[in-house]
């Protein structure tokens, strides 16, 4: 007999933190492997971030605080959305939490009851669906495609509406493609969203990360009525490299967040102090290396998808934003190599990952069999490398 509760065992592990283990693992014993798994920057913290943290400890800044966040983090957060996403919140609308994902988590245990119904757009983040399990709800999902930019489409949304859905998550731009809505996207599903009263949770993580002055729009500011049903989720780690700190945050319906509140002071209390203050200094200190961190990956960017595209078979999208390349690769499905056909993406990984030394995403895993992800939040002499030995083991198959 399994000790595992029913609940857990629904679950799957997260692939890419998966991926990125065993990455690292055959790193660690000597193996030149070159990884698009994580989606996290390789860029260090800034200094004057780092230099915030470190006051934070020197002035004793070390103990317990809200559990929602201090009053001057909730102030930073503020300040920070208003200019932004331009909409305006007041303290008791906002909760910081121990990362984005924290967030997101406590969003759905807070709303979810036995049953509820959550639409998500495929290709998604991984962790959603697996979210909305542990809370005891159904992932509808939508399956999204190229064609239409990787976007969910109006119709489709409209469609999948039943007595009890709950809730909507949009993330633009997007993990994993890239894709982001432009704001005549938005008003089309904040739209549906007004008319059937659902929640939309509006995953703004790479809001600052967008290319070719593509202007990314916040769900919350299309209006009073969606501002309403809007939980806005972002965070620290991708915008300012600070995926270890653990800072994220949402704000949105007071009720809400309150019962966030409750959950977390039943479970983390708050997150911890010192990236409070560091997180502060991120969020309202000097801009410009958060700017400097997104000319580099639309220089990436631009080499990724033109050279991905370059290679016979494959086709990729153009991201608007975000870190990611998101290419079509189910051309080679069906080929073999030493006796063993590539099926999936899953497949395609592994072959990618043993024959190449190249750590890439299965699409698989985003609810996109046919595609596999590239992170490129690493150095271009490394992307340069993985994509020569992609294009090398997709040739020899
Ligand atoms: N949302 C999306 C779409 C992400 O890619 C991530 C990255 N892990 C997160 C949320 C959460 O990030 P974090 O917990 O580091 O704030
Ligand atoms: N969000 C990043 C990714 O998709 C980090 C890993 C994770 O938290 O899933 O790779």
């Given at each position: 007999m399994s000790f595992i509760s029913e609940r857990v065992k629904q679950i799957k592990p997260s692939a890419t933190l998966a991926i990125t283990a065993k990455a690292k693992a055959m790193k660690a014993s000597g193996i030149d492997i070159v990884s698009f798994g994580a989606g996290e920057p390789d860029f260090d913290t800034p200094d004057n971030i780092k230099e915030a943290a470190h006051n934070a400890i020197r002035s004793g800044f070390t103990k317990y605080t809200a559990v929602g966040g201090t009053d001057e983090l909730k102030e930073a957060i503020a300040a920070r959305m208003k200019e932004d996403c331009h909409v305006e919140y007041a303290l008791n609308?906002?909760?910081?939490?121990?990362?984005?994902?924290?967030?997101?988590?406590?969003?759905?245990?807070?709303?979810?009851?036995?049953?509820?119904?959550?639409?998500?757009?495929?290709?998604?983040?991984?962790?959603?669906?697996?979210?909305?399990?542990?809370?005891?709800?159904?992932?509808?999902?939508?399956?999204?495609?190229?064609?239409?930019?990787?976007?969910?489409?109006?119709?489709?949304l409209s469609s999948l509406i039943t007595e009890k859905t709950k809730a909507i998550v949009i993330n633009s731009p997007s993990n994993p493609t890239g894709a982001a809505y432009t704001e005549d996207d938005l008003k089309a599903l904040a739209e549906i969203a007004v008319?059937?009263?659902?929640?939309?949770?509006?995953?703004?993580?790479?809001?600052?990360?967008?290319?070719?002055?593509?202007?990314?729009?916040?769900?919350?500011?299309?209006?009073?009525?969606i501002r309403k049903l809007t939980l806005v989720v972002n965070g620290v780690s991708k915008t300012y490299s600070m995926t270890g700190w653990r800072i994220g945050y949402v704000a949105g319906d007071e009720e809400i967040v309150k019962a966030m509140n409750k959950i977390q002071a039943q479970s983390t209390s708050n997150p911890t102090s010192i990236s409070q203050a560091a997180a502060i200094e991120a969020l309202i200190g000097p801009q410009a290396p958060a700017?400097?961190?997104?000319?580099?990956?639309?220089?990436?960017?631009?080499?990724?998808?033109?050279?991905?595209?370059?290679?016979?078979?494959?086709?990729c999208f153009d991201p608007q934003g975000a870190f990611y390349a998101f290419p079509n690769v189910s051309s080679y499905?069906?080929?073999?190599?030493?006796?063993?056909?590539?099926?999936?993406?899953?497949?395609?990984?592994?072959?990618?990952?043993?024959?190449?030394?190249?750590?890439?995403?299965?699409?698989?895993?985003?609810g996109a069999e046919g595609y596999i992800r590239l992170s490129y939040a690493t150095s271009m002499e490394n992307i340069e490398k993985g994509l020569k030995r992609i294009k090398e083991a997709l040739a020899s198959l």
């Open positions: 609308n906002i909760i910081a939490s121990c990362g984005g994902k924290h967030s997101l988590y406590n969003i759905f245990q807070a709303i979810i009851n036995p049953g509820d119904e959550v639409i998500i757009p495929s290709p998604y983040w991984v962790s959603y669906p697996d979210m909305v399990l542990l809370a005891g709800g159904k992932p509808v999902i939508v399956d999204c495609h190229e064609e239409t930019g990787f976007k969910m489409q109006p119709h489709q008319n059937n009263n659902l929640l939309v949770i509006s995953d703004e993580i790479y809001n600052r990360i967008s290319y070719n002055n593509f202007k990314v729009v916040s769900m919350a500011s299309l209006g009073e009525e700017e400097e961190m997104v000319s580099h990956f639309e220089k990436r960017k631009d080499y990724i998808v033109q050279e991905l595209n370059a290679i016979n078979g494959v086709t499905f069906g080929k073999s190599h030493g006796g063993d056909e590539i099926k999936n993406s899953a497949d395609m990984t592994r072959y990618l990952l043993e024959e190449a030394k190249v750590a890439v995403v299965p699409g698989g895993e985003f």
